[in-house]
């Protein structure tokens, strides 16, 4: 008996390591594709569902589409609302893989093949060659899921010779909760609703389950899975902390009507599969795990707006930090995570040049300082596995972007402290109009950058510094200046030519459509 359980666990253990090599790898090999399926196709929730289940059948993981999901809500990218049916369509996609194992794991075996592949995977993998170790490592991963069912598959046989199926809770409410409970823990203690689910194809195929209870394991393993999110949420973002509420909502919503119905509800599912020449079996439970998520997201489609909406007001933002994207979770993907400091780069240069000349320099350079430095720091812990070519453009672009920002804010109080005159005033006027330039584009980012107009500018201000300065060093030789009038002007004109430089690179750096980053030629400082 303890050799079968030791099987069975190893067997799970396995697939487990499966299922996280396999998302891994094809999450690389995706790598910037994943950003572009969801920032370039969901535009509301029908789109939204649709991309959440593409994507996550793709990468065999709704928690890597929900992460991907946050970044962007966070980054401005998508709305919430479109967000929410991404969500939902990451409920349908992830059971694409019990569909994988029922079907190709025990209606039509690849068993026998499983250490092929992970032999496959393997090697590909030791040569690493581009994004081919990536495929090595998903191909591998892919191979452990079947060697891992199998070990189930065979611990589940001995086990149902020693169980009889009518012994464990079954009809009535009491043994309905008994399962649903069983299911949940499944879920919350392997981190994964699809090898809870992969057990419990095991089981009813070896008979020792039969296909009510196992549907009443699957309710509660995906309530469970929602759970594990929510508390993988807490402490994290708002963005976050709504994403898993929708989430969680969803799966408790759908599961209580599930449970309440489950008699009817198979008997009718069940006619259906009868008229299709499909007994209650493996792909018949796969198809009850599909079938039921895509029955909860039609119902809540209708009113997906009020759901958003109950979700935005249970969990209220308090707080608008521009770090606030900077979520711990985002670090996981890179091109979520670079687009999250490039928006929290955004809003801090939004909010220090809204500051400025509002009596509130000294707050809006503290404010500055500490934000680049979390900045710095989340971009320092991040992950580098996964990371394409444009991603490492990105974070250095950012990086080029805080530096700037870090200088503007070296300048702020000195530019505050000079005075209006008419020697700088044209000077001044550049500068002014350069900054509400760059606000406005900091303001409304969907517009295109003005890195070209701010150029300009910022050239235009260079040679008017070097010709009033010609000017002011005549007047002095001519007495009309002393040398202190002297040596404030120059040190005002250096100080706003400076800043407006700061703000331009920071703006071209900022631009999500930046080119390859160079390192910029002058500093001015």
């Known amino acids: 008996m303890m050799s079968m359980i030791a099987q069975g666990l190893g067997g799970l253990g396995l697939f487990l390591l499966g299922m996280v090599l396999m998302t891994d790898g094809l999450k690389s090999v995706a790598g910037g594709s994943l950003r572009t399926i969801l920032t370039k196709t969901v535009r509301g929730p029908v789109s939204g569902i649709a991309a959440g289940t593409g994507v996550s059948a793709l990468v065999q993981s709704s928690n890597a589409t929900t992460i991907a999901t946050i970044g962007f809500v966070s980054a401005g990218l998508i709305g919430f609302l479109p967000a929410v049916g991404v969500v939902l369509g990451s409920n349908i ?30 090697m590909i993998l030791l040569l690493r060659i581009g994004r081919s170790a990536a495929l090595g490592t998903a191909i591998a991963g892919f191979g452990l899921l079947f060697v891992g069912l199998g070990g189930m598959q065979e611990a589940m046989g001995g086990l149902a010779e020693r169980i009889d199926p009518e012994s464990l809770p079954g009809a009535g409410w009491g043994g309905r909760m008994v399962l649903l409970g069983a ?7 392997t981190q994964s609703a699809s090898a809870a689910l992969a057990a419990t194809l095991a089981a009813l195929a070896s008979g020792a389950l039969n296909f009510e209870q196992s549907a009443a394991l699957v309710i509660g393993q995906n309530v469970g899975a929602a759970v594990a999110a929510a508390i993988a949420a807490i402490g994290a973002s ?40 499909l007994g209650p079996g493996v792909v018949a439970l796969a198809a009850f795990n599909t079938f039921t998520r895509v029955i909860g997201v039609l119902l809540v489609l209708p009113v997906i707006g009020a759901y958003a909406a109950l979700v935005e007001r249970l969990i209220p933002e308090r707080s608008a930090s521009p770090t606030r994207f900077l979520d711990r979770s985002v670090g996981r993907v890179g091109s979520v995570a670079s687009e999250a400091a490039r928006r929290s780069a955004a809003e801090t240069l939004r909010e220090f040049l809204a500051a400025l000349g509002a009596g509130r320099t000294r707050m809006a350079v503290d404010g500055a300082q500490t934000a680049a430095a979390r900045i710095r720091e989340f971009m320092a812990e991040l992950s580098r596995e996964g ?14 972007a805080i530096d700037h920002i870090e200088r503007l804010a070296g300048n702020a109080t000195a530019i505050e402290s000079i005075p209006r005159s008419d020697r700088v005033s044209d000077v001044r006027d550049r500068y002014d109009k350069v900054k509400r330039i760059a606000l406005e584009w900091l303001d ?30 005549a007047d002095a030789a001519e007495g009309e200046l002393d040398s202190r009038a002297v040596a404030a002007y120059t040190e005002a004109v250096i100080h706003l030519d400076r800043s407006a430089f700061h703000i331009w690179r920071a703006l071209h750096h900022l631009d999500p459509d930046t080119p390859e980053p160079v390192v910029d030629s002058e500093h001015r400082d």
Not at 183 to 189: K, L, W
């Open 183 to 189: 299911g949940f823990a499944m879920s919350i203690v």
């Open 444 to 473: 409304d980012p969907s517009k295109p950058v003005p890195a070209k107009k701010l150029e300009a500018l910022g050239k235009e201000l260079a040679e008017l510094r070097k010709t009033n300065r010609r000017k002011v060093l």
């Open 238 to 277: 708002v963005t976050a902390k709504r994403t898993a509420m929708a989430h969680v909502l969803f799966n408790v919503i759908l599961g209580g009507l599930l449970i309440v119905s489950l008699r009817p509800f198979l008997d009718g599912m069940l006619w259906l599969f009868a008229l299709v020449g």
């Open 93 to 122: 996609g992830t059971t694409s893989t019990g569909w994988l194992v029922a079907v190709l794991g025990m209606r039509y075996s690849i068993a026998p093949y499983a250490m092929m592949l992970v032999l496959v995977g393997a």
């Open 387 to 400: 990371q394409n070519r444009s991603d490492v453009k990105r974070n250095l672009s950012t990086l080029h």
